[in-house]
C-alpha cells in the first residue's frame, strides 16, 4: 500500500527534540495524569437517618423563652353611690311659683305649678330634646314610677325641660307614643331659669341630666348628676323605705 507523498510524520518533531527534552516533557505530562487520578474528590455527607434527626433535635439546648404578661383583666366600674349612700336631713324647699309648660298636639298640660308633697316623693328630672343621656333614661325613670306605686311607696315623677329651642322641644313631645313623655314643665332661657336652678341647689348651667329628690314634706334631700342606670334602683328603693 502506497503512502501520500505528504502525509506528516507525527513523530517527526519529537524526533528533533534532544532525547533529555523528550524525557522532561514526557515525564512532566505522566505526573500530571497520576496526580489527577490520585486525587480524591470530597464526598458530600451523608443525610442523617430519621432517628438521628430527631435525637439531634431532642439534644439541642432549650432557647429561653421570653415570658408572656399575663392578660389584662377589665377593671369594674365601681358603682355610684346615690345621693351618697344617704339623704341629706332636713333639705330645702324648693322654688315655688309657676311654671311655663309644653305639651304635644291634643295632650293635657300638667298644673302650673309642681306639686310636691303631700305625702308622696317626688323625682324631678331636668332634661333637654337634644340631650341624648336624657331622652334614652326617660322611660327607665317611667317604670320607676310604675314600680314603686306598686310596691306601695308613694312617688311621683315630674319633667322640667332645659330646652332653648322651643320647635325642637315641641316637636319631640309631638313624635311620642301614647304613655311616653307627651308634656313637660319648661325653664325657659335667660335669669329666671338661672334663679330657680340656683334655689333648687343646682349649677345655673348644668351638665344633663340633673335629678332633685324631694321627700313627702316638700324638702330636696338629694341632688343627682348625671345619668340613672337600671342598678340604681334598688339604691333609691333602699333611700325611700330609709
Same mark, same amino acid.
Given at each position: ?67 408572656? =404578661?399575663? #392578660? %389584662?383583666?377589665?377593671? !369594674?366600674? @365601681? ?5 351618697? +349612700?344617704?339623704? /341629706? ?11 311655663? =309648660?309644653? #305639651? %304635644?298636639?291634643?295632650? !293635657?298640660? @300638667? ?5 310636691? +308633697?303631700?305625702? /308622696? ?122
Amino acid at each position: 500500500m502506497r503512502r501520500g507523498r505528504h502525509q506528516p510524520n507525527r513523530f517527526r518533531i519529537v524526533d528533533r527534540l534532544p532525547a533529555v527534552a523528550v524525557a522532561v516533557v514526557v515525564s512532566a505530562w505522566l505526573g500530571t495524569v497520576a496526580s489527577g487520578c490520585n486525587q480524591e474528590r470530597k464526598a458530600p455527607p451523608a443525610p442523617k437517618s430519621r432517628s438521628e434527626a430527631v435525637e439531634s433535635t431532642a439534644t439541642a439546648p432549650a432557647q429561653p423563652q421570653t415570658p408572656t =404578661r399575663p #392578660s %389584662a383583666r377589665p377593671v !369594674a366600674k @365601681p358603682r355610684r353611690a346615690m345621693c351618697g +349612700g344617704r339623704l /341629706k336631713p332636713g333639705g330645702k324647699d324648693p322654688p315655688s311659683g309657676e311654671l311655663d =309648660r309644653a #305639651s %304635644a298636639p291634643g295632650e !293635657a298640660m @300638667p298644673p302650673s305649678k309642681l306639686p310636691l +308633697g303631700a305625702g /308622696k316623693w317626688t323625682w324631678v328630672n331636668f332634661w333637654a330634646a337634644w340631650c341624648v343621656p336624657c331622652k334614652e333614661e326617660i322611660p327607665r325613670l317611667q317604670s320607676w314610677e310604675r314600680r314603686l306605686n306598686q310596691a306601695g311607696v308613694p312617688f311621683r315623677l315630674q319633667f322640667v325641660s332645659l330646652d332653648d329651642d322651643e320647635r325642637q322641644l315641641r316637636e319631640f313631645l309631638r313624635t311620642q307614643p301614647s304613655g311616653g313623655l307627651r308634656a313637660t314643665y319648661w325653664l325657659r332661657e335667660g335669669k329666671e331659669r338661672e334663679q330657680w336652678l340656683e334655689d333648687a341647689g343646682i349649677a345655673a348651667d348644668p351638665e344633663l341630666p340633673v335629678h332633685l329628690l324631694i321627700d313627702g314634706k316638700g324638702r330636696v334631700r338629694c341632688v343627682v348628676n348625671g345619668a340613672v342606670e337600671d342598678g340604681d334602683y334598688d339604691q333609691l328603693v333602699g333611700l325611700l323605705r330609709g
